[in-house]
């Protein structure tokens, strides 16, 4: 994992597994987002198996998968009322986290 801080509270990364959810907890997130569509690489780990290892560990999970190229206003909606709810660092992932910089930047516009 190779985790990118955009602000104080908000991180993106590349892809993660199950396995990585007690590092991350450890680091003190509290919120993941997963906004990779499940099956679009190879050997990717489903979203519910995230949210699981996720849930196991005290920490939220939620899913916005935006296709490339194809980020909607209402993902950036949904993205925004996610992090405006929630305090705490939040992690946000897709296949290498440029994805999740675009939603967060169109979640301050919209």
Same mark, same amino acid.
């Given at each position: 994992?190779? +985790?990118?801080?955009?602000? *104080? ?23 993941? +987002? &997963?906004? $990779? ?20 560990? /005290? +920490?939220?999970?939620?899913? +916005?998968?935006? @296709? *490339? /190229? ?9 993205? @925004? ?6 305090? /705490?660092?939040?992690?946000?992932? &897709?296949?290498?986290?440029? $994805? &999740? ?6 979640? @301050?516009?919209?």
């Amino acid at each position: 994992m190779s +985790i990118r801080p955009v602000d *104080p509270s908000f991180h993106v990364t590349g892809q993660i597994a199950p396995s990585h959810i007690k590092e991350l907890a450890g680091l003190g997130y509290r919120t993941v +987002i &997963c906004m $990779r569509p499940d099956q679009e690489g190879f050997f990717q780990p489903a979203f519910s198996d995230v949210a699981e290892a996720a849930g196991q560990a /005290g +920490i939220e999970a939620f899913y +916005i998968p935006v @296709k *490339p /190229g194809a980020m909607t206003e209402q993902q950036a909606l949904e993205l @925004k009322k996610i992090l405006g709810e929630r305090e /705490g660092p939040t992690l946000a992932y &897709c296949a290498s986290g440029n $994805r &999740c910089v675009a939603a967060y930047e169109m979640s @301050k516009r919209v």
